[in-house]
Structure formats: structure tokens, C-alpha cells
């Protein structure tokens, strides 16, 4: 199948985005935290394989908004675990986001949550 040259074309967007990766095996050690996963109702952005055991490439994505303000994709998930993301990302960036770039302020950060075991 041959490339789509309108995508080509049209390129990249221009705005610019942040990823982070946060391991937090703990997330999914919360029964709520997997239910939520498997099946809220809302879109989850997962490779977690609902009704198997959590593993190690059971990745979720949530979206935070660079305010830092505590609004994102997935704000319905366990109050205490998006808190800790949201918390997370300002011990990064600054409680205010000072530390996030300009250029980057345009677009929600992109976290990764893994469940990484050592």
C-alpha cells in the first residue's frame, strides 16, 4: 500500500509537546486504578490486556493540561493517582509550570505510566 501523500504534505502541526515517563507499579497494584483501565466507560489509552494481570507492558498514557492546573484526558480516574501525576509534573516543571519551555505550552504533556518492576 503506497504511502498517503496528503499526510506527507501536510506534515507535523507545528506545535510542540512534552513527554514524560513516570513508573509507578504501585497504580497498578490499586484494584480501582485497573478497573478503571479495563473498562470506566471512558477512552484509555493502554496496552493493559483487560482481565489478565497487570505486567510490564501494561503502559497507560493520560494527557495533563502545561497549566498544570490539574485538568487533562483522564481527570475520572482515581482521584489520588492523577493528583500524584499532576503533582509529579510540578515537582518537575515548577507549581506554577515556570519550567515548562514556551514552545511547549500549546499542547498537553503526554505521561507515560509504566509498571516496571525491579
Not at 498517503?4 to 497504580?27: C, M, Q, T
Not at 470506566?40 to 494527557?63: I, K, Q, R, Y
Request: with cysteine; net charge negative.
Amino acid at each position: 500500500m503506497p504511502l498517503v501523500k496528503s499526510v506527507l504534505d501536510r506534515g507535523f502541526d507545528g506545535r510542540h509537546g512534552l513527554y514524560e515517563i513516570i513508573n509507578a507499579p504501585e497504580f497498578f497494584d490499586d484494584p480501582d486504578f485497573i478497573k478503571y483501565i479495563e473498562g470506566s466507560g471512558a477512552p484509555v489509552a493502554t496496552w493493559h490486556v483487560p482481565g489478565e494481570p497487570a505486567g510490564p507492558f501494561s503502559d497507560v498514557l493520560v494527557f495533563v493540561d502545561p497549566d498544570l492546573s490539574g485538568d487533562g484526558s483522564n481527570t475520572d480516574m482515581p482521584q489520588y493517582i492523577w493528583d500524584t501525576i499532576v503533582e509529579a509534573l510540578k515537582r518537575r516543571y515548577g507549581p506554577e509550570a515556570d519550567g515548562i519551555p514556551g514552545g511547549f505550552r500549546s499542547s498537553q504533556i503526554c505521561v507515560k505510566l509504566t509498571n516496571i518492576r525491579d
